[in-house]
């Protein structure tokens, strides 16, 4: 049974940081490609980063660039997303997501084999 627990989420304010933390179970961890997706309300989910599991390759939306980090352990099956300068606009559900084999391109939603069930970001004063 693949399981994908994200945790590390809460609430900040503008300008803070939070590292959010995803540990897989039940799958090859390093077969897989892993991402970051986020869904606001009333909002469609949407790509943030992924990182792809044969060269470490990092993408991300333009909207976080220069502010998120993705990076994973394949030793202890656990990815995470950093995450600075956080803007009200970066809030809700942040959900971690897998794709097997090399994606060298941000991961979209349709490609996605697993799906975490999702951490709550809120930035707001």
């Known amino acids: 049974q693949v399981q994908l627990v994200e945790s590390g989420g809460g609430s900040v304010q503008p300008g803070g940081s939070l590292r959010l933390s995803c540990t897989a179970s039940?799958?090859?961890?390093?077969?897989?490609?892993i991402a970051w997706f986020r869904q606001a309300p009333g909002k469609e989910r949407e790509g943030v980063s992924s990182?792809?599991?044969?060269?470490?390759?990092?993408y991300y939306a333009d909207s976080v660039k220069g502010r998120f980090t993705i990076s994973r352990d394949d030793i202890s099956n656990t990815a995470f997303l950093q995450m600075t300068s956080l803007k009200p606009e970066d809030s809700g559900v942040y959900y971690c997501?897998?794709?097997?084999?090399?994606?060298?391109?941000?991961?979209?939603?349709?490609?996605?084999?697993?799906w975490g069930q999702g951490t709550q970001v809120t930035v707001s004063d």
């Open positions: 039940g799958i090859t961890f390093d077969y897989y490609t």
């Open positions: 990182i792809s599991n044969t060269d470490g390759s990092t």
């Open positions: 997501a897998t794709d097997l084999g090399p994606v060298n391109w941000l991961l979209r939603a349709t490609e996605v084999d697993y």
